[in-house]
């Protein structure tokens, strides 16, 4: 999509909203609004907390990329989200990451990623992760960062929580649909999220800063990166929360931080 086409985008763009969905206080609202971006991304109900599919889909989808199968790994999954999810690694790695920005040549670039992969395994360990996830994660970054950057809308954001948190909003949608767990246990993870959001992040820009790091470091750590394909997701979602931060009938105009 071309620049016009983008521009254009952003005032032919309407909602998906689900018809006769219960109300929602005010704090399920800001909840929701943490996955709205996702919600843009699949079409997804903006007002409701459903992907509208069957539970058969639903378990289909949960058993592939997130290893659910029942309500015991779907806690499982909200206790990681939650207690970790990939803000430890973020944190392990971010100095090194800041270190690649800033070198001016390709030597001091290489002498850099050499000293992260041999000292990551000890940092690791001090922020609850291993030296294995470490080093793949920068390496990853490292390997890829030059064709994915000029997409990105923060360089090392100091917190990547907005990523773990939208995701626990995304999970809690097919979840439900799968019948893993009852509406209020969703509402409730939902809720912790929105608290690990708030106290990471200061606006919803820098909650989009957070989760758009987050997403594109994930996938140039989730091994064999391909630059191209993270460059348009990057792009893709970007777009989506350029909707979010600027047309006034979104739910993060709506909401205060």
Same mark, same amino acid.
């Given at each position: 999509?071309?620049?016009?086409?983008?521009?254009?985008?952003?005032?032919?763009?309407?909602?998906?909203?689900?018809?006769?969905?219960?109300? !929602? $206080?005010?704090?399920?609202?800001?909840?929701?609004?943490?996955?709205?971006?996702?919600?843009?991304?699949?079409?997804? =109900?903006?007002?409701?907390?459903?992907?509208?599919?069957?539970?058969?889909?639903?378990?289909?989808?949960?058993?592939?990329?997130?290893? +659910?199968?029942?309500?015991?790994?779907?806690?499982?999954?909200?206790?990681?989200?939650?207690?970790?999810?990939?803000?430890?690694?973020?944190?392990?790695?971010?100095?090194? !990451?800041?270190?690649?920005?800033?070198?001016?040549?390709?030597?001091?670039?290489?002498?850099?990623?050499?000293?992260? +992969?041999?000292? !990551?395994?000890?940092?690791?360990?001090?922020?609850?992760? $291993?030296?294995?996830?470490?080093?793949?994660?920068?390496?990853?970054?490292?390997?890829?960062?030059?064709?994915?950057?000029? &997409?990105?809308?923060?360089?090392?954001?100091?917190?990547?929580?907005?990523?773990?948190?939208?995701? +626990?909003?995304? +999970?809690?949608?097919? /979840?439900?649909?799968?019948?893993?767990?009852? =509406?209020?246990?969703?509402?409730?993870?939902?809720?912790?999220?929105?608290?690990?959001?708030?106290?990471?992040?200061?606006?919803?820009?820098? /909650?989009?800063?957070? /989760?758009?790091?987050?997403?594109?470091?994930?996938?140039?750590?989730?091994?064999? =990166?391909?630059?191209?394909?993270?460059?348009?997701?990057?792009? $893709?979602?970007? !777009?989506?929360?350029?909707?979010?931060?600027?047309?006034?009938?979104? =739910?993060?105009?709506?909401? &205060?931080?």
């Amino acid at each position: 999509m071309g620049i016009l086409g983008s521009i254009k985008g952003l005032f032919t763009f309407s909602y998906n909203t689900l018809a006769d969905a219960p109300a !929602l $206080t005010t704090e399920q609202e800001r909840g929701l609004a943490l996955g709205a971006v996702y919600a843009l991304e699949g079409d997804l =109900p903006i007002n409701a907390l459903t992907m509208e599919a069957d539970a058969r889909t639903a378990a289909k989808v949960l058993k592939g990329p997130w290893g +659910v199968v029942d309500t015991a790994s779907a806690r499982e999954t909200y206790r990681y989200l939650l207690d970790s999810g990939h803000r430890g690694v973020y944190q392990a790695v971010r100095p090194y !990451l800041q270190e690649l920005g800033a070198a001016k040549k390709r030597s001091e670039y290489v002498a850099v990623q050499r000293r992260g +992969v041999e000292e !990551l395994p000890a940092v690791a360990q001090r922020h609850g992760v $291993t030296g294995e996830e470490a080093v793949r994660y920068f390496n990853g970054y490292a390997n890829t960062i030059y064709e994915v950057e000029r &997409t990105l809308p923060e360089q090392y954001p100091a917190s990547i929580a907005g990523w773990d948190a939208a995701r +626990v909003v995304h +999970v809690s949608r097919l /979840f439900l649909d799968a019948g893993f767990v009852e =509406p209020v246990e969703a509402w409730a993870a939902i809720a912790q999220a929105v608290q690990l959001a708030r106290a990471e992040h200061t606006s919803w820009a820098d /909650f989009n800063a957070g /989760f758009i790091f987050g997403r594109a470091l994930w996938q140039m750590g989730s091994g064999g =990166p391909d630059a191209e394909r993270i460059a348009r997701d990057v792009s $893709t979602f970007q !777009l989506n929360s350029e909707r979010l931060l600027t047309r006034e009938d979104s =739910p993060w105009a709506r909401l &205060t931080w």
